[in-house]
């Protein structure tokens, strides 16, 4: 087992992370060649499949840590993810303390939770890694809505939560700005930032750009998004043959 990630956030570190949706396992070895804090494997909307996932988990160099976002809230979303090896989850659409506890319960072995034990990596050394896993599996939880954002401080309270991750694009469908991240949106995002400060709680958040990552690093959020994968071969595709096509 890895503890990387948890060792990382508690020397204080800002992670910058890649987040990928593209379900591609050579995708992700190539990715773990820029030597990036974590990689994200998105499974909410990303294309990832469970085999794909545990695939790609194998070829990232131990020293990266993998976080999977699960598609949900549930036992087996989380429980899949864990078993795969990621050192931590992202659960999407969090919005009271009782979700959170949810999560938190499904990432925690007995007694402390209700992870059920198993899955191909766990069992290499079962005794080791169920000894460690719940101090070293990070819980992040998604807020990502007004509701959300209303429960922020009860959310960042909840024992076990060891980061509030905004996603900023269901954030602004949610408030009525989408698309834009005004100043309502920014507001918001204040809000849940000073609710994890309040909690001694990490806070993270989905960000577009490098330029954006930097920002909010700057502002204390803990892990920010450097480079998505759709959108970095959507540009690079785009700049490789700008200029070539006949019409
Ligand atoms: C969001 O922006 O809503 C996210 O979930 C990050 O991808
Ligand atoms: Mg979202």
Redesign the pocket.
């Known amino acids: 087992h890895r503890p990387t990630l948890r060792y990382r956030l508690d020397k204080g570190d800002t992670l910058g992370v890649i987040?990928l949706a593209l379900g591609s396992v050579a995708l992700t070895e190539i990715a773990a060649r820029a030597r990036p804090d974590a990689i994200v494997l998105?499974v909410?909307?990303g294309l990832w499949e469970r085999a794909s996932m545990e695939a790609a988990i194998g070829v990232v160099p131990s020293d990266i840590p993998v976080l999977v976002?699960v598609a949900e809230n549930s036992p087996v979303a989380i429980g899949q993810a864990l078993d795969a090896g990621a050192e931590g989850v992202i659960v999407?659409l969090v919005e009271t303390a009782k979700q959170a506890r949810r999560a938190v319960d499904a990432a925690r072995y007995p007694p402390r939770g209700s992870r059920s034990g198993g899955g191909i990596r766990p069992l290499g050394d079962f005794v080791d890694y169920v000894h460690a896993a719940d101090r070293a599996i990070v819980v992040c939880v998604?807020v990502?809505t007004a509701k959300g954002v209303k429960n922020a401080r009860d959310i960042a309270a909840v024992e076990g939560v060891d980061m509030v991750?905004?996603?900023?694009?269901?954030?602004?469908?949610s408030l009525g700005t989408f698309p834009n991240f005004d100043a309502r949106h920014e507001v918001a995002c204040s809000k849940v930032h000073a609710a994890c400060q309040a909690e001694y709680t990490l806070c993270g958040t989905?960000t577009g750009s490098l330029d954006a990552a930097r920002a909010k690093r700057e502002r204390g959020y803990r892990m920010v998004?450097t480079a998505?994968d759709m959108d970095v071969l959507g540009k690079g595709f785009a700049q490789a043959t700008s200029g070539f096509a006949a019409r």
């Open positions: 987040w998105d909410q909307h976002r999407p998604m990502e991750f905004i996603g900023t694009g269901d954030l602004a469908l989905f998004v998505n």
